[in-house]
Every structure is written in C-alpha cells, then in structure tokens.
C-alpha cells in the first residue's frame, strides 16, 4: 500500500522569507501523481501545486514550486516569498495512476510571522 | 471556485441516530468522493462514486454508506452514528474517469461538514 509522510508537524517562518515543507512517499508503482494542498483557517482545501510523475520538470506556480526526486521519493515544496496569507495547514498527496482516489499526508501547520 | 456546496456545514446528533450528510456540485463532474478529515490522519476516503449509481469503498468505509441518484448529488449516511465518527467531512468532485486509467485529475474540495456525535 501506498504511504505519505510528512514529518514536520509544524514549521515557522517570517514574512518575505523562503520555507521548504517535506514530503516523502512509498510506492513501487512507476505511473502517479503528487499534489499539495493547503487548508487556511477557513478549512477549505485549496489546491497549491500538481505534478505528474512522469514528467521531469518540476511543477511551479507563482511562488510555490516543488522538487521532485522520483528516485529518492520525495516532493518538497518550496514557498518563495512568504505571505501571512500563506498560513495553514499544508497537505501532501499521492495518487497512483489507475486509481483516482488520494492518499495524504498528516499535514505541515505553517506559521508565517510578520 | 468549483461550485461544491455541502449540507449541513454543522451538526450537532447523539449516539444511536442515523445521519445524512449532502455534497451537491454544479459542475457535472462524474467523480464524487466522500473524505474525513482528523488530526494526526489526514483526510482519508470513505466512498467515491464514479457515476449515477457506481459507488466504491475507500479505505475507511465501515459504518457509512452512500447514494448517487443524480449526477449533482452524493449523499453520505451514518446509519447508527457513534462517537468514534465525530469528525470533519469533506466531499470532492473530479473530471476523472474518461475512459479507464486515471489522468491524475486534481480533486476540488467543498467546504466541509463538521459532525459531532454525543
């Protein structure tokens, strides 16, 4: 069965500063996707960033970026620039690629201070 | 935002009593999914339907079961709810299940229901 493990509880950074959230996961299948949500205050779950395990390159979108090392089965994702918005809990998943069901992570609570 | 609405966003029911919680999407998405969501878990599955009539169990089934009788409409129901289900719910539609394997489609999240069972 598939696993994902975040292993920081919780994390802290200052505003305008950059953070890095870990992910990693166990499969042995060859074709899947990772994807990171966040869950601000609100509860709501918001899509951050997707990527596709057969694609190299790794997947941004405006400050968040990941890095994917297919090999050593991890997905990190890197906040550049932190917003006190950016405050929440923050979600890693894995999807294997003939399902459609997600597995994720416990969660990274991320505290951005002014 | 996808348009996902959840019903009702808040309950309040004792041990024993059968519950019905309502996911309704505007975006006639085939895939529908039932998650919970409970510190130190995640958010784990309970059921998803992948049309009207299709459902499949996810990894936390025991105690719940669900309906789809229209493409917009998912209901989840505790038929004898016990303490041990108190919990956030969140219901997720997707675009997935075009014709077999799955394209890793993203899954959008409504707004949860908070369920507490005395």
């Known amino acids: 069965a598939q696993t994902v493990t975040q292993s920081q509880p919780e994390m802290s950074v200052q505003e305008a500063e950059t953070v890095t959230l870990s992910c990693t996961y166990d499969t042995s299948e060859s074709n899947y996707y990772l994807f990171w949500y966040k869950q601000p205050p609100s509860r709501q779950m918001i899509l951050v960033i997707r990527q596709e395990a057969y694609k190299q390159q790794n997947a941004t979108e405006n400050r968040f970026s990941v890095n994917f090392q297919k090999a050593a089965k991890s997905f990190s994702l890197k906040i550049s620039d932190s917003q006190l918005g950016d405050t929440a809990m923050y979600f890693c998943?894995?999807?294997?690629?003939?399902?459609?069901?997600?597995?994720f992570g416990t969660g990274t609570r991320l505290q951005v201070f002014p | 935002d996808a348009g996902i609405t959840q019903s009702p966003r808040h309950k309040v029911t004792e041990t024993g009593t059968p519950v019905t919680l309502r996911c309704h999407q505007t975006e006639n998405h085939r895939y529908m999914y039932w998650y919970r969501q409970d510190p130190g878990h995640g958010l784990r599955l309970i059921h998803y339907s992948y049309g009207v009539k299709d459902t499949d169990k996810g990894e936390v089934s025991d105690g719940y079961s669900v309906s789809r009788s229209k493409t917009e409409d998912f209901l989840l129901t505790l038929e004898s709810a016990t303490s041990s289900q108190t919990s956030v719910y969140f219901c997720a539609i997707s675009e997935a299940g075009g014709s077999g394997a799955s394209n890793g489609e993203t899954q959008y999240f409504g707004p949860g229901t908070r369920l507490l069972v005395l």
């Open positions: 998943a894995f999807m294997k690629g003939d399902t459609d069901k997600l597995i």
